[in-house]
């Protein structure tokens, strides 16, 4: 039978377990995971988000109508429920978008739309150059396509 000489290095060590974690440094580490996976919870507006209701028709008069936050934010008395939802911020090196969509539902008709907006100036620090911004991104739809220009119209945009 053949040995081999082990260097003083080389020697292999007895394994021990490691002693169980503290049970508050346990707690404190699953509130920091947990905050992690929070953080991509929270939805940031680095854009100003409206939705803007014609209830006579495009062209005429609207009610303007700031989005806070996801749910329900106009209703007519034909019976639609428009609400915003899909809250998506995107953070690049250069580039930052979001997006919201506008969905509204009588019975079984939908209607809906998607805005996205984007900013990749590379160069914004504060505005100090006094530059112009983009011009709003808008999308709309009537509800009642049948009744023409009379139809309630909803645009929702984003400006920055």
């Given at each position: 039978?053949?040995?081999?000489?082990?260097?003083?290095?080389?020697?292999?060590?007895?394994?021990?377990?490691?002693?169980?974690?503290?049970?508050?440094?346990?707690?404190?580490?699953?509130?920091?995971?947990?905050?992690?996976?929070g953080v991509g919870i929270v939805h940031a507006d680095f854009f100003k988000w409206e939705i803007l209701a014609y209830p006579e028709g495009w062209g005429t008069a609207h009610v303007t109508f700031p989005v806070m936050g996801e749910g329900?934010?106009?209703?007519?008395?034909?019976?639609?429920?428009?609400?915003?939802?899909?809250?998506?911020?995107?953070?690049?090196?250069?580039?930052?978008?979001?997006?919201?969509?506008?969905?509204?539902?009588?019975?079984?008709?939908?209607?809906?739309?998607?805005?996205?907006?984007?900013?990749?100036?590379?160069?914004?620090?504060?505005?100090?150059?006094?530059?112009?911004?983009?011009?709003?991104?808008?999308?709309?739809?009537?509800?009642?396509?049948?009744?023409?220009?009379?139809?309630?119209?909803?645009?929702?945009?984003?400006?920055?």
């Amino acid at each position: 039978m053949r040995t081999t000489v082990l260097l003083p290095h080389q020697k292999l060590r007895k394994w021990k377990p490691k002693p169980a974690a503290h049970p508050k440094r346990r707690g404190l580490r699953i509130a920091v995971c947990w905050l992690f996976v929070g953080v991509g919870i929270v939805h940031a507006d680095f854009f100003k988000w409206e939705i803007l209701a014609y209830p006579e028709g495009w062209g005429t008069a609207h009610v303007t109508f700031p989005v806070m936050g996801e749910g329900e934010v106009y209703k007519t008395s034909s019976g639609w429920f428009c609400s915003v939802e899909a809250f998506r911020t995107n953070i690049e090196s250069e580039l930052l978008w979001e997006s919201k969509t506008l969905r509204c539902v009588q019975g079984d008709t939908e209607r809906t739309v998607r805005v996205v907006c984007t900013d990749n100036n590379q160069n914004r620090r504060y505005n100090t150059s006094k530059e112009d911004f983009a011009p709003p991104v808008s999308e709309g739809f009537p509800l009642d396509p049948e009744q023409g220009a009379r139809s309630p119209y909803l645009l929702l945009r984003c400006f920055f």
